[in-house]
């Protein structure tokens, strides 16, 4: 079990969010001792709250995620985290870029390494419902190992 892990998407507002909130909510449950973060690799939403979508199933979901706020990925967090994991293969790149070299995709987590689809970029609820469920269940695979 890392010691410390670091969710990264594009934009931190939609997916990392929820992967960060679910996985501190499953360290809180099993009393893990982890310290978990999230970034994006851009920055044009950094000090913005999560989507309003992300805020709302997590809600539904007992998990409250309203107080994040965005920020971009810094060479310190790659020297920091134990582990770096992203949510799609363009962020694997962008990551490995900045000389990564402890990143996995979070669907390597019982997902078959596939990536979790953006869905900033497709409306409507259902989209967020099949994200967060994907992100649940390889963010409790990966907090099993
Ligand atoms: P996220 O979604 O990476 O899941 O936070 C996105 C949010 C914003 C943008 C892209 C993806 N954007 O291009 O502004």
Request: glycine share 8%; with cysteine.
């Amino acid at each position: 079990m890392p010691k410390s892990l670091l969710f990264v998407c594009l934009g931190n507002i939609c997916r990392s969010p929820l992967a960060e909130g679910i996985a501190k909510e499953v360290a809180r449950e099993r009393a893990l001792t982890i310290e978990i973060d999230s970034c994006g690799t851009g920055s044009w939403h950094v000090g913005e709250a999560p989507c309003e979508d992300s805020i709302r199933i997590a809600k539904r979901h007992g998990i409250d995620i309203s107080m994040q706020r965005a920020r971009q990925i810094t060479a310190e967090d790659i020297e920091h985290f134990e582990r770096i994991v992203v949510l799609d293969e363009k962020n694997l790149q962008d990551v490995q870029a900045m000389g990564a070299k402890n990143v996995v995709k979070l669907g390597f987590y019982g997902a078959d390494n596939a990536d979790v689809p953006d869905p900033y970029f497709f409306s409507g609820y259902e989209g967020f419902d099949k994200v967060y469920d994907m992100i649940e269940h390889c963010v409790k695979e990966l907090l099993r190992r």
